[in-house]
């Protein structure tokens, strides 16, 4: 009956996408014993959270007192304050009241269970905690997925190169996704269906009961007895949407799988009479444009200068990824960039870029270009001949002094963290840049996904314009707009809220 009959289905609660929030959602109504659909659009589950690193910004909870670390809500709230100031107060206290009772909510599960990482959180304001309060899920064994490992979205470099996953366990987000997924499952009151793109959304007599979907096999109608909760990703893959809102940055650029957030459900909501927020915003990093057009996210500079279209610095080049994003938006007509370091740095670029690459692989595929000499490197790079020259000088000044008078990078902790004391220069993000051959890459405007969208109340339920609740309506994660507006606070606060509102969305389903 393909394509001239639609097929229906009845739920308790139906999940639009895959990603760490939805699971999160997924599991709790599960767990509550609510029967749960997740429909996913693409063949895989996991979306850009299988991407990621995972760590999860959960402050206050029982991980942090395991692991003996200094945190708190109260310093949370803090820090929060600091940065945010007046917005967003009754959804950050529901973030921050639920943080601890998600994590216990989990770990109550067999299959998941997290530890501390040391990350630095990315503003230097009272509250912060130097060494950070992320999360990360533990490795996860392939064997435990059993049947459900292929299921779960690659590591980005081989998803993009249409290669499962690499022999050994599951880490980062691969295992946060395998981790809920088994839970969810194990829970017997849910079901994954891939393959299944959520359309729009059925209204009676002014409430949300269920979802319209689109299979290879024709449309399905999934009526839900409870409720909906939205949680596909932004619009970073869509490049009309993105020039309608003004989202600085290239749909060709971001890092979510391609084709796979294109904003289905933000447009679907608005079409039942939704309202949207800061949807010119998005969770912006520097990205190494490869050869094939796409970028790679790149963080925690270790070496090297980026200089812009005139060969002069424009930022502090170690700042926290969402911040040299901003810079690099702030100032488009300086992009794209150009990352250029030494030959001290020949095994590869001195950063986390990912998907990764050798510096030969990168120079065969072009997305890498190498000269003897600085003038040289210019010439390639289209560069007025000393414009290059006289940058590099200045900053090679700066390295030997171990001050950057011009952008202080290496003052701060984070700025830090991620520098290599080997090189015995006074400030290790300083490193010289005095070794030949030279190297540069071109650096784009790239982002983790757009973090404007849904209008959403403290339990996830999404609102109309007028600010009124939809009935059955959630949203979480990125379909949603999130509370921290043009900030990115810390390490795992994407993945970390959109696990707690989904959460909370989940309870009041259960209700
Ligand atoms: P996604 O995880 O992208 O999930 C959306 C899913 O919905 C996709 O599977 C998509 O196919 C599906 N979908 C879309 N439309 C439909 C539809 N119509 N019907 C059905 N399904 C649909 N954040 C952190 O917090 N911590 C980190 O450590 C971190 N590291 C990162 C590292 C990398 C390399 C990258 C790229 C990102 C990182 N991020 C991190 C950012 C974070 O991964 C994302 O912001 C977050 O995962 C987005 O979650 P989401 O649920 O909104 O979307």
Not at 367 to 380: P, Q, T, W, Y
């Amino acid at each position: 009956m393909h394509g001239t009959h639609t097929r229906e289905t009845t739920c308790d609660v139906v999940v639009a996408g895959s990603g760490a929030g939805a699971l999160a959602g997924a599991l709790s109504t599960a767990a509550a014993g609510l029967d749960t659909l997740v429909l996913e659009r693409t063949e895989v589950v996991g979306g850009t959270s299988a991407y990621s690193g995972a760590s999860v910004w959960l402050p206050g909870s029982r991980v942090q007192q395991r692991a003996g670390i200094d945190d708190s809500t109260a310093s949370a709230r803090t820090y929060l304050e600091a940065l945010l100031g007046d917005r967003e107060r009754a959804r950050r206290e529901a973030f921050l009241g639920s943080a601890p009772e998600v994590v216990e909510a989990l770990e109550s599960h067999p299959a998941l269970a997290f530890e501390w990482q040391a990350f630095p959180e990315y503003f230097d304001l009272p509250g912060r905690l130097g060494s950070g309060r992320s999360l990360m899920p533990l490795d996860l064994p392939p064997g435990d997925l059993g049947d459900l490992l292929p299921l779960v979205r690659p590591e980005v470099g081989r998803d993009r190169g249409g290669l499962g996953h690499a022999e050994g366990p599951l880490t980062g987000g691969r295992a946060l996704i395998g981790r809920l997924l088994k839970a969810f499952t194990e829970t017997g009151s849910g079901t994954v269906r891939t393959g299944t793109r959520v359309t729009g959304l059925v209204v009676e007599d002014g409430r949300v009961t269920g979802v319209r979907a689109s299979t290879s096999e024709g449309a399905v109608r999934v009526h839900a007895r409870r409720g909906v909760l939205l949680a596909g990703g932004g619009f970073e893959g869509d490049a009309d949407l993105r020039a309608e809102h003004g989202v600085a940055g290239s749909a060709a650029w971001t890092m979510a799988p391609a084709g796979a957030n294109t904003g289905d459900l933000i447009r679907a909501a608005t079409e039942v009479g939704a309202g949207t927020e800061i949807m010119d915003q998005a969770w912006w990093c520097p990205g190494l444009r490869m050869a094939d057009g796409s970028a790679a996210f790149t963080l925690g500079f270790r070496g090297g200068l980026a200089v812009d279209a005139d060969g002069l610095r424009f930022a502090n080049e170690s700042q926290p990824y969402d911040r040299m994003g901003r810079a690099m938006a702030e100032q488009p007509g300086r992009i794209p960039a150009f990352w250029v370091f030494d030959g001290r740095f020949a095994g590869g670029p001195p950063a986390i870029s990912l998907p990764g690459a050798t510096a030969e692989e990168h120079l065969e595929r072009g997305s890498l270009v190498r000269a003897g000499s600085l003038a040289g490197l210019a010439e390639e790079l289209g560069l007025a001949p000393h414009a290059l020259e006289r940058t590099v000088e200045r900053f090679n000044a700066f390295a030997a002094r171990g001050r950057d008078d011009d952008f202080g990078r290496g003052e701060d902790v984070y700025d830090r963290f991620f520098a290599d004391p080997s090189h015995g220069t006074p400030n290790p993000c300083l490193v010289p840049v005095d070794r030949p051959p030279y190297f540069a890459a071109r650096l784009v405007l790239s982002d983790l996904g757009t973090k404007g969208g849904l209008r959403t109340d403290t339990e996830g339920r999404v609102l109309d314009r007028g600010g009124a609740p939809l009935p059955g309506l959630y949203a979480a994660g990125n379909t949603s707009a999130s509370f921290t507006g043009g900030h990115y606070p810390a390490p795992g606060v994407p993945i970390g809220s959109a696990m707690v509102f989904a959460h909370r969305a989940a309870l009041d389903m259960a209700r």
